[in-house]
């Protein structure tokens, strides 16, 4: 499978406890996107990288919110005292800025409940 | 501030109908306008995507209908099956390194036999 993947795809915390995900993007990629989905609604962008480098945030990454891409290759996203309000689908997509960058690839998500 | 903003919610039509989604956007410097498909509990497939410099992009039974002046795209589906059964969302981008996509609220398509 050559897509990008998820891990966990799903994941139950209290609330309180950190939890990481890690997204492996398509391996030719270069750029990838964090994004948060709630029920009903369309995905909100979290963060970017090009390569190992973290280009932009969102206002939506509080300071409890990490991401990091070391090697460039595989990321993570880190939260730390999660809160019920962190509840959602974390999508991670990939791009390839060798054709433009737009077309942005979506893994399956990690299901985030907090109780 | 909602700058991709899509309608109608949802929509139901019967097999072989063409269902018609609409989007309307506010930043003008967007250049890149694709539409997702996500069934539930997966992440969202790529469909189709358009570019301001034409109005019409056809990919099989999927059509972008492109409106510059109006800041407007719709996704028609041609000939449409159960199968199509799934929420659907535009978005919209910049070319260039603020290519983050900014995602309208999605329409639920049903399609009946």
């Known amino acids: 499978d050559t897509g990008v993947s998820q891990d966990p795809r799903h994941k139950i915390t209290k609330r309180g406890q950190n939890v990481t995900f890690r997204c492996d993007p398509i391996?030719?990629?270069?750029?990838l996107y964090w994004y948060r989905q709630t029920l009903g609604q369309g995905p909100e962008f979290l963060t970017y990288f090009q390569n190992e480098a973290q280009l932009e945030k969102s206002r939506l990454l509080s300071d409890r919110f990490s991401a990091e891409r070391p090697k460039g290759s595989f990321s993570t996203l880190e939260i730390q005292r999660t809160e019920q309000g962190d509840s959602a689908m974390y999508l991670c997509?990939?791009?390839?800025?060798?054709?433009?960058?737009?077309?942005?690839?979506f893994g399956p998500g990690t299901r985030l409940t907090v109780l | 501030q909602q700058q991709v903003k899509q309608s109608p919610q949802s929509l139901i039509v019967q097999k072989g109908g063409i269902p018609i989604i609409n989007c309307a956007y506010e930043n003008t410097a967007f250049d890149y306008f694709p539409w997702y498909q996500q069934f539930p509990g997966k992440g969202p497939a790529l469909l189709i995507a358009?570019?301001?410099?034409?109005s019409e992009k056809k990919e099989g039974r999927f059509t972008i209908s492109f409106n510059k002046s109006a800041k407007q795209f719709s996704l028609h589906i041609m000939d449409s099956q159960p199968g199509d059964s799934a929420t659907y969302f535009c978005a919209a981008s910049l070319t260039g390194t603020a290519s983050k996509l900014t995602f309208g609220t999605g329409t639920r398509l049903q399609v009946t036999l």
């Open positions: 358009i570019r301001p410099d034409v």
């Open positions: 997509a990939s791009s390839s800025q060798s054709f433009g960058g737009n077309e942005q690839f």
């Open positions: 391996s030719e990629h270069n750029r």
